[in-house]
């Protein structure tokens, strides 16, 4: 499924850090920018939120004349996930046009929040004064259709200030975009709790996806002393993916004091402990190819 070449979508990791970009040395092999995934299926892309990961992204598209559609989906609002946009190349070319996708359980509109952080106190252009053209969208339960791309959007309460999730169908191929969210404290729930639903809402969701890029942000041992941070742990995402069909597992949102070294003993670890899937931990300015 993963690795042959085919006329499936093509997915590209741009970052892959979680809560800072943590540029260095020590970073360099699973990246140390933030939160930015696209997906690309027949002429048609879909940028999955727009950490510091976008900058890269903005610069490997041709700069032209002719229009440009880009479609933005923004998981949540945090700084980390947002604070690449400032940079990213194509919102500065008038014949592009920017389609936003956020959630609709904001205290404050999407716009208000994006033009906030371009405010002159903190950027020296301001978003009103960017070219491209830009269009701001709430997303409901139901699916959206971008040209063959499926995006089915869900609410993830289990982060402070709540989050999106994304699954992603392109033609046969399913990816499933699961970020910030803890699933730890919800998966051992009592029967008929809200807990309980929230966690067997999360596994439909991620059920038999070809990739799921999950929030794995702790080793268990870490989240014991990070509960109620919005982050899940390797153990507890590798076991709920497994029992959910998923074929394989990116490990995202890697915590900002993980060096190289660090994840490189986790997936060496892991990929011979979990024989029932494909796990790996994600690293940045890879493309994965779907069939």
């Not at 990791?13 to 933030?34: E, M, V």
Request: net charge negative.
């Amino acid at each position: 499924m993963i690795g042959a070449a085919q006329n499936g979508p093509l997915v590209t990791l741009w970052g892959t850090r979680g809560s800072i970009a943590t540029p260095g040395s020590d970073t360099a092999h699973y990246g140390g920018n933030t939160a930015c995934v696209e997906v690309c299926y027949r002429e048609k892309r879909i940028i999955l939120d727009a950490g510091t990961g976008i900058r890269e992204l903005g610069k490997q598209i041709p700069q032209t004349d002719g229009h440009n559609e880009f479609h933005l989906f923004l998981s949540h609002t945090h700084w980390d996930h947002i604070q690449g946009f400032p940079f990213f190349l194509p919102a500065y070319n008038p014949a592009n046009t920017i389609h936003f996708y956020g959630s609709h359980n904001k205290e404050a509109k999407l716009e208000k929040i994006l033009t906030g952080q371009m405010h002159q106190s903190y950027f020296p252009v301001q978003m009103q004064d960017l070219p491209a053209q830009m269009y701001f969208h709430e997303l409901t339960d139901q699916p959206l259709i971008i040209g063959d791309l499926q995006i089915q959007a869900q609410e993830q309460v289990y982060h402070p200030g709540g989050s999106l999730r994304f699954r992603v169908s392109a033609g046969k191929a399913t990816v499933v975009y699961a970020s910030d969210v803890e699933i730890d404290g919800i998966c051992e729930a009592a029967p008929n709790t809200p807990e309980a639903r929230q966690f067997a809402a999360y596994c439909r969701f991620i059920a038999n996806a070809d990739l799921l890029i999950a929030d794995a942000q702790y080793t268990r041992e870490d989240y014991a002393t990070r509960k109620g941070w919005g982050h899940s742990s390797f153990e507890t995402v590798i076991e709920t993916a497994t029992r959910a069909g998923v074929k394989h597992l990116a490990m995202f949102h890697h915590d900002p004091d993980n060096t190289d070294n660090i994840i490189n003993e986790f997936e060496q670890y892991y990929a011979s402990t979990a024989p029932d899937i494909a796990v790996f931990w994600a690293r940045e300015g890879t493309t994965i190819p779907l069939a």
